[in-house]
């Protein structure tokens, strides 16, 4: 499955975005799909994913109760709300699907590219 990410851009501390992944096929109940996020010169880190069969949810902590990962199944796509945006928030946004849940990037084998995020202060 071919995903394609989209909805990032220039935002005020405190603002929100909300971020696309639209699938290019239907995605199977068993994958997860997930968020991942990379600063300039930092690692590739979680942020949200969700089960694609049950909508069980995954965040990472810094962003538990500012981001909500949802799914629009008739639309092969998932959404990031991301709300009360931080400096730190600022990054490239990645979404990424497999059938095994993990929180390293290694755990998902299909990617997007990336959206860019920025955070003003």
């Known amino acids: 499955v071919q995903l394609q990410a989209s909805g990032g851009g220039l935002v005020q501390a405190g603002g929100s975005l909300n971020l696309s992944c639209a699938a290019s096929?239907?995605?199977?109940?068993?994958?997860?799909v997930a968020w991942f996020r990379q600063a300039p010169g930092k690692e590739r880190e979680f942020v949200a994913a969700?089960?694609?069969?049950?909508?069980?949810?995954y965040y990472e902590d810094s962003v538990r109760g500012r981001f909500t990962i949802s799914k629009v199944s008739a639309e092969n796509t998932v959404y990031l709300q991301m709300n009360s945006l931080k400096a730190d928030d600022a990054a490239v946004y990645y979404c990424?699907?497999?059938?095994?849940?993990?929180?390293?990037?290694?755990?998902?084998?299909?990617w997007g590219q990336g959206t860019l995020v920025t955070v003003s202060s």
């Open positions: 969700i089960r694609w069969g049950t909508g069980i949810r």
């Open positions: 990424a699907a497999g059938i095994h849940y993990g929180t390293t990037h290694k755990a998902y084998n299909n």
């Open positions: 096929s239907r995605i199977y109940s068993s994958y997860i």
